[in-house]
């Protein structure tokens, strides 16, 4: 089985800067350089032959590239306890209509279509039961605001559980102009 999803990687300057934020709050969980994505669909685990279908109706998608920016932090919680810290990523539009691209070339090919809002992020921490007191650190990276950077591709990559979390594997690069490369060996 492979467990998958599609995101963007920001890049290394931009990745460079939220490792840099990483710090200062009891109990987060990290991520590592490795881990940095902006994930614009989760799909979970499939088997080769729907991976293979994954990947070639990923290929048949085009969008006409466009600039982000990592702006603000923030907080997702489930029933009241925080488990994620979160940098943010505007303008939310065009990632919006990626995410429907992407979503609808998934539904296809026989998967359910995203249930979720898609609010754009790239997540920077995780927690286990408790989360850490993450007002200072909420407070001191508010007025995160870096430079823009060119989303012209997003990636397929499976997600392999290890006993430090997750390890992300790139499947196939998608251009913005339909060119792919997909691979799954």
Same mark, same amino acid.
């Given at each position: 089985m492979?467990?998958?999803f599609?995101?963007?990687?920001?890049?290394?300057?931009?990745?460079?800067?939220?490792?840099?934020?990483?710090?200062g709050v009891?109990?987060?969980?990290w991520?590592?350089?490795?881990?940095l994505?902006l994930?614009?669909?989760?799909?979970?685990?499939?088997?080769?032959?729907?991976?293979?279908?994954i990947?070639?109706?990923?290929?048949?998608?085009?969008?006409?590239?466009?600039?982000?920016h990592?702006?603000?932090?923030?907080?997702?919680?489930?029933?009241?306890?925080?488990?994620?810290?979160?940098a943010?990523?505007?303008p939310?539009d065009?990632?919006?209509?990626?995410?429907?691209?992407?979503d609808?070339?998934?539904?296809?090919?026989?998967?359910?279509?995203?249930?979720?809002?898609?609010l754009p992020?790239?997540?920077l921490?995780?927690?286990?039961?408790?989360?850490?007191?993450i007002?200072?650190?909420?407070?001191?990276?508010?007025?995160?605001?870096? &430079?823009?950077?060119?989303?012209?591709r997003?990636?397929?990559?499976?997600?392999?559980l290890?006993?430090?979390? &997750?390890?992300?594997h790139?499947i196939?690069?998608?251009?913005a102009?339909?060119?792919?490369r997909p691979s799954?060996?």
């Amino acid at each position: 089985m492979h467990r998958l999803f599609v995101a963007i990687r920001p890049p290394a300057d931009q990745r460079a800067h939220l490792l840099s934020l990483m710090d200062g709050v009891d109990g987060a969980r990290w991520q590592s350089d490795d881990q940095l994505h902006l994930t614009l669909r989760f799909i979970g685990a499939v088997d080769r032959h729907r991976a293979n279908d994954i990947a070639d109706a990923l290929g048949a998608i085009r969008f006409a590239p466009f600039d982000v920016h990592l702006t603000g932090v923030g907080a997702f919680d489930r029933k009241g306890v925080v488990d994620t810290l979160w940098a943010g990523v505007k303008p939310r539009d065009p990632l919006a209509a990626l995410h429907r691209k992407i979503d609808r070339a998934c539904v296809s090919i026989g998967l359910s279509p995203e249930s979720r809002a898609y609010l754009p992020h790239v997540t920077l921490a995780r927690f286990g039961r408790s989360g850490g007191l993450i007002d200072p650190f909420l407070a001191r990276h508010a007025a995160l605001n870096r &430079a823009p950077f060119r989303v012209d591709r997003f990636t397929l990559f499976e997600s392999r559980l290890g006993q430090q979390g &997750a390890i992300y594997h790139a499947i196939a690069d998608y251009l913005a102009n339909g060119a792919a490369r997909p691979s799954l060996d």
